[in-house]
């Protein structure tokens, strides 16, 4: 890895009502807003929409591909906006800086999500160990 290298991307989608159900099922996570459609729109929404958990476990699975798990020293991120129904993810990774801590070269990755439309979902930082 080097300062200013684009990491592979990984995309994953689209949301569709089948893979809301199924996240909400492994993860518990059974908030209407992201299962009920009538519910998110009495709540002032168009539909349901993705589960930001959801968008971070593919940015997970994006850094893993990225770098052994082993590797991972810190991650971070901030949902910015909802995942919509139908939209594909793209989980996307910069190096940012290489540095040495702790004895190792490591490398801070500016991370995020966005979806098909361009439109930032999440924004994050990681630090992997290198080399």
């Known amino acids: 890895m080097v300062e ?3 990491l592979a991307e990984l995309v994953r989608g689209p949301i569709t ?11 518990h996570d059974h908030v209407p807003l992201h299962i009920d459609s009538d ?10 929409f993705g589960h930001g ?3 971070m476990a593919w940015l997970a699975q994006a850094l893993r591909h990225w770098a052994p798990a082993e590797c991972l020293r810190s991650w971070n991120v901030r949902f910015t906006a909802i995942t919509p129904l139908h939209a594909t ?3 996307r990774g910069e190096v940012t800086e290489i540095f040495a801590a702790d004895g190792e070269r490591r490398a801070r990755l500016k ?12 924004d994050g930082e990681a630090v992997v160990a290198i080399d």
């Open 111 to 122: 991370i995020g999500a966005w979806t098909d439309h361009d439109i930032q979902t999440l």
């Open 89 to 91: 993810v793209h989980c």
């Open 39 to 48: 519910f998110a729109r009495a709540a002032g929404m168009d539909d349901v």
């Open 17 to 27: 009502r089948a893979t809301l159900a199924l996240f909400a099922g492994a993860s």
């Open 4 to 6: 200013g290298q684009h």
């Open 53 to 55: 958990m959801l968008s």
